[in-house]
């Protein structure tokens, strides 16, 4: 029999968590003095207690690990517990390295512009929407105004019920900046089922992976936004994934005042 101070230098288990382990049951001492409460080992627990250090060091919780050693003789489950941390570790090791070289990129975008992070860039799956969309040539991007007068006009008489939430974006479908005659779409998203009119659309469009950014401001500043994004894109293990659009939060529709707008500037991508 070992005392629980040797039987912890032995095992490389502290007498703090061996006593922790006993009182949850994962290795409890071969006997304990009823008068002084001493608690001691058998040698025999020392495999045991190898045991659980190799689980420990893979990374498998001490519930994990008083299921595990109950089949710790059965080949065949304990690969099966095996496998599904396995597969838990190469997640969290993909997502570490993806924080890694965030924070790689961020910090040579500082030291190459102070401004740099003034535009912060998030990822993340605009959800499947049923959409009221007219889609037309205009003049210019200034011009926009005018599709949504039409989608206003032509479904004003349906009674639309705004989604939840309710997106309104425009979506650039020349897919580089033009000076004029520019092909631009415009959207809501809607509740029910409704039917076209003469220049409206009612759809439903598919979830898409996004990377965005989210500024306050007049539109000026979407240049300088969409520039910070589409970096961001590039440094960071992504390709373009379709067509670049903006989601307006508070717009013109909302107040006259252009300090309060809030547009998020968004580029469909995908992993390289």
């Known amino acids: ?109 500082l030291r190459k512009d102070g401004t740099a992070m003034s535009y912060n860039v998030t990822l993340k799956t605009l959800p499947e929407r049923y959409v009221a969309s007219v889609r037309q040539i205009i003049p210019a991007y200034d011009q926009e105004g005018m599709l949504w007068h039409i989608l206003v006009k032509e479904t004003a008489s349906l009674n639309i019920q705004d989604g939840d939430p309710c997106y309104t974006l425009a979506i650039f479908h020349d897919g580089e900046y033009k000076e004029t005659d520019v092909d631009v779409e415009v959207q809501k998203s809607v509740r029910g089922s409704y039917p076209n009119t003469e220049h409206v659309v009612f759809k439903t469009e598919p979830p898409v992976l996004i990377a965005s950014a989210t500024y306050k401001g007049g539109y000026d500043k979407i240049d300088g936004v969409s520039e910070a994004v589409a970096n961001w894109v590039r440094d960071n293990g992504y390709d373009f994934n379709g067509l670049s659009f903006n989601i307006y939060h508070v717009s013109p529709h909302e107040t006259q005042n252009s300090e309060e707008w809030v547009t998020e500037v968004c580029y469909p991508v995908k992993r390289k």
Not at 23 to 45: H, K, N, V
Not at 85 to 109: C, M, Y
């Open 1 to 109: 029999m070992l005392k629980i101070g040797d039987f912890s230098k032995l095992s490389r288990i502290s007498i703090r968590m061996l006593r922790h382990y006993d009182e949850i049951g994962l290795l409890a001492p071969q006997s304990t003095d009823s008068f002084t409460g001493y608690r001691y080992y058998g040698e025999d627990q020392l495999p045991v207690a190898g045991q659980i250090n190799a689980l420990k060091d893979m990374g498998f919780g001490l519930s994990a690990i008083g299921e595990i050693l109950k089949s710790y003789d059965n080949p065949q489950k304990l690969a099966e517990f095996l496998r599904v941390k396995q597969a838990e570790v190469k997640s969290e090791a993909e997502e570490t390295s993806h924080r890694l070289l965030l924070l790689e990129t961020a910090i040579k975008r």
